[in-house]
């Protein structure tokens, strides 16, 4: 493919890209839209985490909690990178085996004892998390 010219719809955020490709079978006519869908990135061993599990620190960074192993919530400063549909790519901060917490972080404190629940993560097109996630509600807290 050769890209001539690249525009970007400043209202509907469509680009637009004019490329030359071979049709040899002539399916493409001249004057045909096409829609195409165009891979930025493939990252293999990325580390995705729901953007609901993501909050922001007094200073806009970005930070999770986490369940160490002795069950209690910390709160971990994590990077993040590309967003892909709902969820992150963790950059730094957490490692394979993390178990994040997904939902009721509102009614959660550091250093708290958590009652853990499995988080069912929505569907994502031929991709895996490899961060374990849960939803984790504070004991005592009603759901």
Known sequence: ????????????????????????????????????????????????????????????????????????????????????EQFYIANKGLKVGDRVVVEGIERIKPNQKLALAAWKAPAVANHASSVETKTSIAEGAQP
């Open 1 to 84: 493919m050769l890209f001539e010219d690249i525009n970007v719809d400043p209202e509907t955020g469509d680009v637009t890209f004019r490329i030359e490709v071979n049709n040899t079978e002539r399916k493409l006519l001249p004057g045909m839209y096409v829609r195409v869908n165009i891979d930025r990135a493939s990252i293999p061993q990325a580390l995705l985490v729901p953007a609901q599990a993501i909050q922001r620190n007094i200073s806009g960074e970005p930070q999770v909690y986490v369940i160490n192993a002795q069950g209690t919530a910390e709160i971990r400063p994590i990077e993040i990178g590309q967003q892909y």
